[in-house]
Every structure is written in C-alpha cells, then in structure tokens.
C-alpha cells in the first residue's frame, strides 16, 4: 500500500502567476486540502495503469489452464483459486464457466468486468 500523510513522498513544485489561487478556489469548492486537491488531479491525468491491461497476459494462461482441466471438478477448482486471485487484484473482475458441457464434461470459461460481460 502507498504511503500516505507526512511519511510520504514529498516534491516541491513552482507556481505560475495565479495557480496557486486557482488550485485554492477549487481544494474550497470540492471540500478539500490543497494537497489533497492536486494528488486527485495528478491521479486524475495519471491513472495507474488497468489491472486487467497489466495482467492479461497472466489471465490468458490462468484460462488455458482452465480449458485444459481433466474434468468438470478440476475446471471449478480452477475457477474459484483464478477468483480468489484476480478478485485480490480488482474485485470487477470474475471468470465463470458458461454453457452446456463438451463431451468431457467441461464448459467454457467467461471472464467479465463488472458491469460488463
């Protein structure tokens, strides 16, 4: 977790003419601290990059290895340590199994982001 408050990383910026007002005016307006104020901006216009950009190389095998079970019961054991795991990265992210069985009992896997499918 990011350190927050004073142990925090700290950087000194100069303002132009009139920013600092600016920046003010808006920490007032939105019930906050001018640090507090810029941090959202800053994360804001630099997100951190999308769990589901950042893992989905390590998605797709978690799924191979999903499609590639011997059974039906290997394929949910899969499925519910690949939750625990992508649950711990970004609770909107799921795997479930979908359809009707193949001919050796297994279904097919559906990953989603919450709100979408």
Sequence with gaps: MATVGR???QYTVR???GLRDRIKA???ANN???NAEIVATLE???PAPAVHEVRMSKIVEVVSRIQGAKDFAEQQDLVAEANEWLHSLDQSLTLRLLGEPDEKGLK???FSVAGRS
Aim: aromatic share 12%; glycine share 6%; net charge negative.
């Design 44 to 46: 804001e216009k630099y």
């Design 32 to 34: 906050r601290s001018m």
């Design 7 to 9: 142990g925090a990383e």
């Design 15 to 17: 303002f132009p003419d």
């Design 108 to 110: 097919n896997v559906h």
């Design 26 to 28: 808006a920490a007032d």
